[in-house]
């Protein structure tokens, strides 16, 4: 079963970036259902405003981490 952690990690390591979930999909080879539950689980996971990723979309599956 997989924990919350893994995604944690793996965003912790990309400190500083914003990912989105195909990106954290492609490298930890974990389903999009799978990691969305995670993050919605995790305190330290926030998703990223799209504007700040050059997006005028009302919501963007962009994630980074916040300590």
Known sequence: MLSCAVV???????????LSI???RK???ISR???IRLIST??????VKPLDVGSLAYFLHVYTYKA
């Open 33 to 35: 259902a799978k990691i």
């Open 22 to 24: 195909k990106t954290i």
């Open 27 to 29: 490298d930890l080879k």
């Open 8 to 18: 944690e990690d793996y965003l912790k390591m990309h400190n500083g970036k914003n």
């Open 42 to 47: 995790s305190k330290h996971i926030v998703a």
